[in-house]
């Protein structure tokens, strides 16, 4: 069976936008293909350290599980979720690649670039976690790895890494799909953005300073409803989705889509045109009110134990796996 992997940094709480835009599509690809393919559901903890975690580690990346199972995933003898560290091939696999990768590449990173700007220097990880994540791919022979956007150049670069390995020391590894084809795998036309809510010309962070901004998924429905309530729209006094000239009412629309599971199309169909942006406004509040309380609902009902008892079935399954790749790989490098 082919394999998909996939995982979410565990430094916080996720805000809305998180959950909408990376958890719930993932979540929703893993139980459309469980049947047929091995699902790896990762924490990636030591990607989490190279920049600052908000609270404990440990408990984040417990309740980051617990997010997983309360946005629906299914789980069955293909899924399987664990801890990046506690998969100690990860790191090791790591070292070996970054004595296949180059500066050159790793240096090209727009993620590195963009991180390290204006810095007199940064951490070593923020320049080398790419390679990290290529080992976290070819560790399970992964081809399908559902990303944001900004990810698809650590995917080639993966890629590229794999295929110099291969043409080195054999066929070693599984190369994963190009980008192209992970994007028709993912069935998304174009990526899910959830904007900012005071400031819709940029994405919702969960970094941003301004409380009003964002909505995390720990608020209570009430303070939820009223950052909507309290969002920036525009003077145009008319409903539209158009994402460049009204990205704020087109951000509530996108929003109320999303969380109420209706085509988007529906949804602005119905509300184009409307000159009371008051009445959209107070319709996305209750339906993000609603769904932030059946979330949090089902999250309370997930117990610590229930979440440690699948980590032990999965990571001794990750182990496995995991060691018997980087066996092969110690032996095409002669280390074994």
Known sequence: MK???????????????????????????????SKDFKVNIFVPDLHSIISEVDGDLRENTIR?????????????????????????????LCWI??????????????????????????????????????????????????????????IELTRNIAMRFNNKFGEVF?????????????????????????????????????????????????????KIMSATTDSLGKVKFDMFNQPGISNLLQIEALVTDVPLSEVTAKWNGETRYGELKKKV????????????????EISDDEVYKLLEEGEKYANELANAKLLEVQKAVGLR
């Open 3 to 33: 394999t998909i992997l996939t995982g979410i940094r565990s430094n916080s709480v996720l805000t809305l936008g998180n959950y909408l835009g990376a958890l719930l599509p993932m979540v929703r690809l893993a139980n459309e293909h």
């Open 64 to 92: 980051t599980l617990k997010y997983w199972l309360a946005a629906g995933l299914n789980l069955n003898e293909n899924v399987h979720i664990y801890r990046q560290s506690y998969v100690p091939a990860h790191s090791e």
């Open 97 to 154: 690649l970054n004595c296949t990768a180059t500066m050159g590449e790793t240096s090209r990173m727009i993620q590195y670039k963009e991180k390290s700007k204006g810095q007199e220097s940064c951490n070593v990880g923020i320049f080398d976690y790419p390679i990290l994540m290529a080992a976290d791919i070819l560790l399970y022979d992964a081809e399908y790895i559902p990303l944001g956007e900004d990810q698809f150049q650590h």
């Open 174 to 226: 599984t190369v994963p799909v190009k980008t192209s084809d992970q994007v028709k795998f993912m069935e998304v036309d174009t990526a899910i953005r959830i904007r900012d809510l005071l400031n819709p010309e940029k994405k919702m962070s969960k970094s941003t300073v301004a409380e009003g901004s964002k909505i995390m998924l720990d608020d209570t429905p009430e303070k939820a409803a009223k």
């Open 285 to 300: 509040a209750e339906s993000v009110s609603s769904m932030l309380k059946d979330f949090q609902t089902r999250l309370a």
